[in-house]
C-alpha cells in the first residue's frame, strides 16, 4: 500500500520524498529530515530483497586461512600413505569438525599439522588400514608423546570410537619397509618379500600368545621378529653370525634399542617350544633353536599343549617330591606358610589344582591352552621374599618374571587416628629460631644483590 | 601449575560434592557387564566364585568334585596372595553361609579349601546386592595398599607467604614459579602447599588418619608462626590405591569388550585406562595384573571398584 500520509507528523510540512536507505523504503521529511515511514509494504514488487545492515556491510566470510592449509596438509599425509579416497574423505571430516571445535581452535600452527596426522589416523583405524602412531609421528616429524597427547584429545571431543590397533595388521604393512629383497642386497641374504612376512607373523603371533606383545611398544617387536624371521628362512652361520645392527643397516632401517630384548624373549619362548619336538634330540639353546623355527611355527600350537604339559608335570613331580614340610612355592593357597593348618590342606590343594588344569584344558579348545597353569599358581607376596607366580609358570609376562626391585621398603604403617596429641616439641623442631631466621634473611639479601649486580 | 585452577579445585569440591549425576545416568554399564549374567555361557568362563543366586548359567561344574576345585583354583589365582596366612582362621568363619548348603557351588569368598562342615558365620551382612561382595572386607584390607592420599584444609586467615618461608625450616617459596609455601614435615612424610588464602593442600599420605595428622600438625606450624590459624573444612580429595590379581591380563581382548570403558593404546602406555563410571575411579590395568586406583574420595569407592573389575579381569584370564 502506497503511503496515503502527505503530512509529516513532526513539521507538518507535505513535502515528503521516497529515500530508499539501503533497499529499506522510507518516507523522509524534506524540511525537518523525520522520517515518516519506513518498511512500508508495497504491492509492487520491486525485486529487492531487504538486506539488513550489517550483512550488507561485513566482509565477506571466508573459511580461515589455516583450516584450508590444514585440509591440504591432510590430503597430503593420505596421499602419502597411498590410503583409499573414503579415509581421506573422512580425515579431512574429522579435522573440519576438530579444528572449530574449542579445545584446538588456538593452539599453535604445529599442533594444528599433528591433530591433521591425527585425524588420519583415527580414519584409517575406522576403515582398517592399519598403520602405527610412530608411522604418522615420523611423518609430521612430532614427538610422539605430543602425538599421542593429541590424538587421545580428539577422540574425546569428537567422541570417536575407534578400534584398537592390532599388531598382526600393521605386520605386513611394516614389512615392506625393509629392503632385503633381491635387488636390494646380495643373494644370499636376500628373501622374499612374501615368505618373510608369512613368517613374522606367525612369529608374532606366538609372542602374542606368550605374553611378550601385550603392553609392549609394537615396533620393536615387529622388528624383532621380522630379524628371526630372517635368519630363520636360511639359518646359515652367515645369517647366524649378523647382529641386528648390521641387519638394520643392510635392510635401511632405524634400529630400535629395545628390539635387542625382544629378540631374546622371543628365542627364549621359540626354545622351550623347541625343547618339546619330538624329533631333537640335541639340547634346544639360543644359539641353535633357529633352525628348529619352521618346525616349531608349523606345530606350535601342538607344541605350546605339550610344553604346558610337560611343565605341570614337573611342578607336580615337584611338590611331591617336597613332601609336607613347608611348601612355599607349591601351594598357592597359601604364603610362606607359618601356620601349621594350612599344610595339611596344601598337597589336597595342590593336587586338585592340577587335576582342575588338566580337566580344564580340553574345554579351552585350541585357543590358549596355556593360559591355564598360571592360574594354577596363584602365590602372591608375603613377608618373605617368595617365588612370584611368574617364576613358576612356563609362560608369563617378561615383567612379572624380571621384576623391578622397589628400592624403598614400605614401612610398616602404623595405626594413627588422626586426633593425637602433638607435640610442641615436634612443631618446634620445625621452626627457625629467631637468630636463624635474621641470618637466613641476611644470606638472602647478599644472594640477591649479589645477583643483581 | 595454574595456580587459580588448584585453588578452584577445592572450593569447587568443598562446595558442591555431586559427581552422582552421571552415575545414576543408567551407568550399570561396568556393573552390568561385571557379573557374568551378561557374559554367554558358551564362553568358559568359571563362574562358580559366584555367590548361588548367580551362577544359574553355570555350564560345566555340575560335578561337585569339579567345581570346588576350580573355585579352589581360581582362589588360588584371585589376588589374594598377600597376608594371606594371619586371615585364615578369620576367614574360615566368614564364609557364606550358603556354602553350606550347596557345596557344588562355593560363594564368591571361597578361597580356601573348606570342607562343607564347618560352620560359616559371615561377619558381613548379607544383601541382595551380593554379586559385587565377591571379597570380604577384611581381606580387602590386605590386598590392597594405599600409595598417597590427598586432602584439602582450609586455615581460615590470610597467610603472609614470604614469612612463612623465612620463619619455617621445612618450607621453600618461589614465588616466581608457583604461589604457594612448599612445607614438609618428617612424620607422616607428607608434603603441603600452603596458599596466601589460608587454603592448604596435603599430599604424600598413606591412609586417611595420617592426612589428617598431617594436616594437623601444618596447622599448628601455622599456628605457632602467630597466625590465627583455625582446622576447617578437612576433606579427603583424591586417594590412590594398588593392588595385585597375581594371573596375567589379556588387555587387548579387555579393551574389545568394554571399549566404552577403556583405552589401551600400547604405543603411549603399557597400561589399560578402565574409566569406571560407578563408582567413578580410574583404574590403570597392566598386563602382569598389577592395577592401579585412582580418584576415589572414600575408602569404600577403591573397595566397590575392585570388586567390580575383578569379575572381569577373572574373565580375561582363560580366554
Known sequence: ?453 | MDEFALERYFDDSIAKDDFLLEDELGLEGPDASAPPLKVKPAEDLDLSFLPDELSTQDPSHANINDSQTSALNDSHDSGVGLDFNSHASTLATQENPQQGASVSRLGTSAFYPMTPMTPMTPMTPMTPATEKSGIIPQLQKSLIRFWNIVSTVNLCCPLDLKFIALQARNAEYNPKRFAAVIMRIREPRTTALIFSSGKMVCTGAKSEEHSRLAARKYARVVQKLGFPARFTDFKIQNMVASCDVCFPIRLEGLVLTHQQFSSYEPELFPGLIYRMVKPRIVLLIFVSGKVVLTGAKERAEIYDAFENIYPILKGFRKQ
Open chain 1, 1 to 453: 500500500m502506497s503511503a496515503s500520509v502527505t503530512r509529516c507528523p513532526g513539521c507538518g510540512s507535505s513535502n515528503i520524498v521516497d529515500d530508499d536507505l539501503y533497499c529499506q523504503a522510507q518516507r523522509v521529511c524534506v524540511d525537518c529530515g523525520s522520517v515518516v515511514s519506513e518498511g512500508v509494504l508495497t504491492d509492487d514488487w520491486t525485486g529487492d530483497t531487504e538486506i539488513s545492515y550489517s550483512r550488507t556491510t561485513a566482509v565477506a566470510r571466508k573459511p580461515c586461512l589455516n583450516l584450508i592449509k590444514g585440509l591440504q596438509r591432510v590430503k597430503a599425509i593420505c596421499r602419502i600413505l597411498r590410503v583409499n579416497s573414503e579415509i581421506e574423505n573422512h580425515s579431512q571430516t574429522y579435522y573440519t569438525q576438530a579444528y572449530q571445535h574449542e579445545a584446538f581452535i588456538r593452539v599453535s600452527l604445529q599442533k594444528k599439522e599433528v591433530l591433521a596426522g591425527c585425524c588420519v589416523l583415527v580414519s584409517c583405524r575406522l576403515l582398517n588400514w592399519p598403520i602405527t602412531m610412530g608411522t604418522i609421528s615420523c611423518l609430521l616429524d612430532a614427538d610422539p608423546v605430543v602425538v599421542g597427547a593429541v590424538y587421545q584429545e580428539m577422540i574425546k571431543i569428537l567422541n570417536i570410537k575407534a578400534p584398537v590397533f592390532i599388531i598382526n595388521d600393521v605386520m605386513e604393512a611394516h614389512s615392506q619397509e625393509y629392503k632385503i629383497s633381491s635387488l636390494h642386497v646380495p643373494e644370499e641374504l636376500a628373501e622374499n618379500s612374501r615368505d618373510l612376512t608369512k613368517r613374522a607373523v606367525a612369529l608374532v603371533e606366538l609372542a602374542a600368545d606368550t605374553w611378550i606383545v601385550t603392553g609392549r611398544h609394537p615396533t620393536p617387536i615387529m622388528m624383532a621378529s621380522i630379524y628371526l624371521s630372517w635368519q630363520s628362512l636360511k639359518p646359515n652361520k652367515h645369517r647366524l653370525k649378523l647382529t641386528l645392527d648390521k641387519f638394520c643397516q643392510m635392510a635401511k632401517v632405524n634400529k630400535l634399542k629395545p628390539a635387542m630384548k625382544r629378540i631374546a624373549e622371543m628365542k627364549e619362548v621359540l626354545c622351550k617350544l623347541g625343547r618339546e619336538i619330538p624329533w631333537v634330540r640335541e639340547a634346544v639353546t639360543p644359539d641353535n633353536v633357529m633352525q628348529q623355527v619352521e618346525d616349531i611355527l608349523n606345530y606350535r600350537f601342538a607344541l605350546l599343549r605339550r610344553a604346558l604339559r610337560t611343565h605341570e608335570e614337573t611342578l607336580q613331580a615337584e611338590s611331591e617330591a617336597s613332601g609336607e614340610d613347608s611348601l612355599p612355592e607349591e601351594a598357592a593357597s597359601s604364603q610362606v606358610s607359618e601356620h601349621g593348618e594350612q599344610h595339611s590342606n596344601a598337597p589336597t590343594a595342590e593336587e586338585c589344582e592340577l587335576n582342575a588344569g588338566s580337566a580344564q584344558r580340553p574345554r579351552d579348545g585350541n585357543d590358549d591352552p596355556h593360559t591355564e597353569p598360571e592360574g594354577n599358581t596363584g602365590g602372591g607376596e608375603s613377608q618373605a621374599p617368595a617365588p612370584n607366580w611368574g617364576k613358576r609358570v612356563l609362560f608369563a609376562p617378561p615383567c612379572v618374571v624380571h621384576p623391578k626391585r622397589r628400592s624403598v621398603e614400605r614401612p610398616e604403617c602404623k595405626d594413627v587416628t588422626g586426633d593425637e596429641e602433638i607435640s610442641d616439641s615436634e612443631i618446634d623442631s620445625y621452626i627457625r629460631t629467631p637468630r636463624e631466621a635474621r641470618e637466613f634473611a641476611l644470606t638472602q639479601k647478599m644472594l640477591s644483590e649479589s645477583e643483581k649486580t
